[in-house]
């Protein structure tokens, strides 16, 4: 069992920056790719990024390259996601996700957080 905790959510204002951090516990956490999920009030769950195990390779949906960056910290069991030049319409929840061997675009993942609100005001 992998029990996945996120925080760092919160309320933005446009243009603004939040780092959500997701710790895990339970099962040795670099035996798992790691991903980041959301999904917006009346839409389906939908990919945002992912990361390997190692750190060393990171994806993402289209939607958000340039603008999110995934990272990982294997010592501490947490990934996070930083989030720049936030827009109104990155509000949502997100959800961290740990799936064995290798990411997955699709939520096809082993393990949810709970997930974390995040609202951006224009």
């Known amino acids: 069992q992998v029990q996945l905790v996120e925080s760092g959510g919160g309320v933005v204002q446009a243009g603004g920056s939040l780092r959500l951090s997701c710790e895990a516990s339970?099962?040795?956490?670099?035996?798992?790719?790691m991903g980041w999920f959301r999904q917006a009030p009346g839409k389906e769950r939908e990919f945002v990024a992912a990361i390997d195990w190692s750190g060393d390779n990171a994806y993402y949906a289209d939607s958000w390259k340039g603008r999110f960056t995934i990272s990982r910290d294997n010592a501490k069991n947490t990934v996070y996601l930083q989030m720049n030049s936030l827009k109104p319409e990155d509000t949502a929840v997100y959800y961290c996700?740990?799936?064995?061997?290798?990411?997955?675009?699709?939520?096809?993942?082993?393990?949810w957080g709970q997930g974390i609100q995040v609202s951006v005001s224009s």
């Open positions: 339970g099962r040795a956490f670099v035996m798992y790719a």
């Open positions: 996700a740990a799936r064995r061997a290798y990411y997955s675009r699709e939520t096809d993942y082993d393990y």
